[in-house]
């Protein structure tokens, strides 16, 4: 329900768990002893648990920043948008063959997550992802 979320949120840089298992996550989230974010009526009065209103994933950033008071924790593109794990900065010659051939000609920083080898670079999904949070993160360069 929250994978829109999920995606801006590792775009943030923060440490965010994707789970569809509905109660199983309970679980789960007490041993890595994470917060719930979820919009499952079934689990809204659970301990630990923090039900999002708003259906807007844009919102739901907004609101999750504020209220976990995430704004110090927010490292743009540190974070595999698909594992959540943390990149690492790649040479360009490492990356050659794994991107396009316009791509490798056209950018000279590269990240690549250690977990499922996607490289990213700061092409048009870049420019994208960061069109979503620019309204958060404006926010955040106001206070
Ligand atoms: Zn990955």
């Known amino acids: 329900m929250l994978g829109k979320l999920c995606k801006l949120l590792r775009t943030c840089g923060i440490d965010a768990s994707y789970s569809n298992e509905g109660m199983a996550i309970l679980l789960d989230a007490r041993r890595e002893q994470r917060v719930i974010l979820t919009r499952n009526t079934h689990l809204r009065d659970k301990k630990d648990v923090c039900f999002l209103e708003l259906s807007d994933p844009r919102e739901q950033l907004e609101n999750v920043i504020e209220h976990f008071k995430l704004r110090k924790e927010i490292h743009l593109f540190s974070r595999c948008i698909e594992c959540n794990a943390e990149l690492e900065s790649v040479s360009k010659t490492s990356v050659k063959g794994k991107v396009p051939y316009f791509t490798y000609k056209n950018f000279q920083q590269f990240a690549q997550c250690p977990q499922c080898g996607r490289v ?24």
């Open 120 to 143: 990213y670079w700061k092409g048009s999904h870049y420019k994208k992802m960061l069109e979503e949070i620019k309204y958060v993160i404006k926010q955040e360069n106001s206070k």
